[in-house]
């Protein structure tokens, strides 16, 4: 048999230590549990609150037979929560970024930095505004470098995208003080990171306007929604015109077309009250959920501190990590690559469909070099805007390509990332670090007899 042949001419490697990959046993054998953070958590209580609005046949947030509000109590509960001043629910993390850089006032001949390492959303908000997006490097926190957006700033720079990647802040203090000192505005992504902070303030509370995504993989969810915050009245007044109709209401839930400068072009994102039911009742468990992840992922780091031949994404504030994701880097591409599958073939795998161990230039997108649109300047129109628009002739001989972006060309290749149920029992927790341990050595002892 094969795996008998490979087993003897490694017979220099312990039997218990041969990986199942080579015809080893493997570490474990029963699948880990899915790996949908708030999606695991659904229980009585979403069913009470959803239920609530069906028997009430108020589905609208602004009015109806017997409106429950719940998303008035989600926006109510998210500001005493984390400390916004203002929260507004809309219907998904895209249009929330869509509105925010609509209320931004944003268009032609404003450019807009964003990390190389994101969600496309940001990038469609931009362009679709008729701004052009311009790529600025990450650090060892997989977020955007200060360094390297301090020298890409021009006089065309208007606002910043940051992205909060992964459930962890990297500096995002120095971003901050950076868009203050030079005035841009900024808007922090933090579709992945509900529930984090950074030395104690919560995510979206560092820039003008904090958005987060409540889509089934994030760290709380409604299946489809998110929330705006800001900390400005005339922004939120904006806010709240561009994600409905295009303009506020009154108290009674009217369409309030009484003021010049609120009477603007919307773009229909209100959050439903089922949305909002369901993201109450999440919110209500995020602490737990958010606290089970970062315990489980620093768990499995602080097992692999001293492993040879891993490094870890650096996070400068542990304790405001939402833990969803551990990053851990190998030297290089093709040991990346053999160690993401030496470890799933360990057991660190899932139900089918489920995907807590990924090598990440496996499921790219989150790349610019990866996103076509990005890279091919891509239009929704037939000429081409807001490419070809003569206010953005600076950007013509921008890049997307692959090479624009050294640090996150290098990550790209070399990252594998381990998604983290909230979900994971003591037993599942040691088997990965088991796992990944045995893998590290042989993948070191191999290179080391080269
Ligand atoms: C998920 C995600 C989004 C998009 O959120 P949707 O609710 O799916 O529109 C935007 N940005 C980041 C960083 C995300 O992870």
Redesign the pocket.
């Known amino acids: 048999m094969k795996t008998e042949a490979k087993a003897t001419k490694k017979s220099s490697i312990k039997t218990s230590a041969l990986l199942a990959l080579e015809g080893g046993l493997p570490v474990r054998t029963e699948p880990l549990p899915w790996d949908y953070p708030g999606a695991s958590f659904i229980d009585e209580e979403e069913l009470e609150l959803v239920t609530s609005v069906v028997r009430a046949h108020s589905p609208f947030r602004f009015y109806g037979p017997q409106a429950q509000h719940m998303v008035d109590m989600l926006e109510h509960e998210w500001r005493e929560t984390f400390g916004h001043r203002y929260a507004l629910g809309v219907s ?4 929330g ?1 869509t509105v925010s850089i609509a209320a931004l006032g944003l268009g032609p001949g404003d450019e807009v930095m964003v990390p190389g390492y ?2 496309m ?2 990038l469609a908000a931009i362009v679709r505004a008729g701004a052009i997006p311009r790529l600025v490097d990450i650090d060892d926190t997989f977020c955007m470098s200060p360094d390297d957006l301090k020298a890409k700033i021009t006089p065309r720079t208007k606002a910043v995208i940051y ?1 909060h ?1 992964c459930g962890a802040p990297g500096h995002i203090q120095k971003i901050a003080e950076l868009c203050k000192k030079w005035h841009l505005s900024l808007i922090e ?1 933090c ?2 990171a509900a529930g984090a902070s950074f030395e104690g303030t919560p995510v979206g509370r560092f820039g003008d306007i904090g958005v987060f ?3 089934l ?2 760290n709380m969810t409604s299946g ?1 929604g ?1 929330m705006v915050v800001c900390q400005d009245h005339a922004l939120f007044r904006r806010l709240l015109a561009l994600h409905d109709l295009g303009y506020p209401r009154t108290l009674n839930g009217a369409l309030d077309a009484s003021r010049e400068h609120e009477q603007l072009w919307g773009i229909g994102a209100r959050m439903a009250e089922l949305s909002g039911a369901l993201a109450l009742a999440q919110l209500r468990k995020l602490p737990q959920i958010t606290s089970a992840m970062r315990k489980a992922k620093w768990a499995i780091r602080k097992g692999l501190a001293k492993t040879p031949g891993l490094t870890f994404r650096e996070v400068p504030d542990p304790a405001g990590d939402s833990g969803a994701f551990l990053l851990l880097l190998l030297e290089n591409a093709p040991r990346a690559k053999y160690f993401t599958d030496a470890l799933r073939a360990e057991g660190v795998c899932g139900p089918p469909g489920s995907v807590p161990c990924v090598a990440l230039s496996e499921r790219s997108l989150h790349w610019y070099c990866n996103i076509p649109s990005l890279v091919h300047k891509r239009s929704n129109s037939r000429e081409g805007f807001p490419w070809t628009h003569p206010d953005n002739a600076f950007a013509c001989d921008y890049s997307y390509y692959k090479g624009t972006l050294p640090v996150c060309d290098d990550y790209h290749e070399r990252t594998v990332v381990l998604t983290i149920a909230p979900t994971l029992k003591e037993q599942d927790i040691k088997d990965v670090t088991d796992a990944c341990q045995k893998v590290a050595r042989v993948v070191q002892s191999n290179c080391l007899r080269q």
């Open positions: 998904s993390g895209t249009a970024l994101l969600c959303s940001g992205n990647m992504d579709s992945q995504s409540f889509q993989n994030k489809e998110g």
